[in-house]
């Protein structure tokens, strides 16, 4: 393997965190504000890219290169390397940044390679490959929203994938096709055909309330959607706060945020 071999171990069930077990010497990549705890002799270094072989071997260039391709998908240009210095087997905690699962995909199982929407990876063995996949219909891209740029996981060791709310993984035959809301999509492996679709009639389009694009996935190949993604519960969330009255800013009204600070207060 190139990858190194890492176990694990997932708690929780709504608000879940996993525990990778480092043998000395053993090193896992996460991106930057995921860590929840460590041991005592896990060193912690902030790498640019994501600190594969690949880019190792290719030098600065390569580093730069993979850093420059995180940032066009809105991650930091920055990830967390976390190694077993130790001479024992060590522990580092992950844990999801809102709720709902950690998926753990073990790559050397899926053919070597997985794409996941942009901000879904959470940590991955040392030498796995985390790049950007670009839709190759151009179109797609600027209408399909979410769905335009992704991550692609590649190697043969450990990643997890985390996703909002409940995960669905479905396995599709081939020719079999799926529609999926753009930012239900969590992750699919490289042999599902994917595309965005236009929804047909007007009147579907504009008073749906489910957008007006689709993500169309044709098998084979498997598939995960969550059934809440955080743009969704980030607007609902948005549109439920109470509106300030006037410059102070301070919301009014029973039920809201505002009047639960005023209780407190008093």
């Given at each position: ?7 694990y171990?997932l708690f929780?069930?709504?608000?879940q965190?996993v ?13 930057a504000g ?16 994501d ?6 071997q290719s030098?600065i260039?390569?580093k730069?290169l ?14 967390t390397?976390f ?11 992950f ?19 997985i794409?996941c929407?942009k901000?879904?990876?959470l940590a991955?063995?040392k ?9 190759r219909?151009?179109g ?16 043969d060791?450990?990643a997890?994938v985390?996703a ?5 993984e ?8 799926l529609?999926v809301?753009t930012?239900c999509?969590v992750?699919m ?9 236009l ?11 489910e ?6 996935l044709?098998g ?5 959607v969550q059934?809440l ?9 948005f549109?439920a ?8 800013g ?10 639960l600070f005023?209780l407190f207060?008093k």
């Amino acid at each position: 393997m190139n990858n190194h071999e890492i176990d694990y171990k997932l708690f929780g069930d709504d608000m879940q965190y996993v525990q990778v077990e480092l043998d000395p010497q053993e090193t896992v990549v996460a991106e930057a504000g995921a860590l929840m705890m460590m041991d005592d002799a896990i060193h912690m270094e902030t790498i640019f890219g994501d600190g594969s072989r690949g880019s190792s071997q290719s030098g600065i260039m390569g580093k730069l290169l993979g850093a420059g391709k995180r940032m066009i998908t809105g991650e930091s240009l920055f990830m967390t390397t976390f190694t077993n210095v130790g001479s024992g087997k060590k522990h580092v905690y992950f844990a999801s940044p809102y709720p709902g699962k950690i998926i753990p995909m073990d790559l050397s199982q899926l053919n070597g390679k997985i794409i996941c929407q942009k901000d879904a990876f959470l940590a991955a063995a040392k030498g796995v490959s985390i790049g950007v996949e670009f839709q190759r219909k151009i179109g797609a891209g600027f209408f399909g929203g979410e769905g335009f740029i992704m991550q692609k996981l590649e190697g043969d060791g450990m990643a997890f994938v985390h996703a909002g709310g409940t995960i669905h993984e479905k396995t599709l035959q081939p020719g079999e096709v799926l529609r999926v809301d753009t930012g239900c999509l969590v992750a699919m492996t490289a042999s599902v055909d994917y595309n965005i679709e236009l929804v047909g009639g007007v009147k579907t389009a504009l008073f749906g309330g489910e957008g007006i694009f689709f993500a169309t996935l044709r098998g084979p190949g498997k598939v995960w959607v969550q059934s809440l993604p955080f743009s969704r519960l980030a607007s609902r969330v948005f549109a439920a706060a109470p509106i300030s009255q006037g410059g102070g800013g301070q919301s009014k009204g029973e039920g809201g945020i505002g009047g639960l600070f005023d209780l407190f207060n008093k």
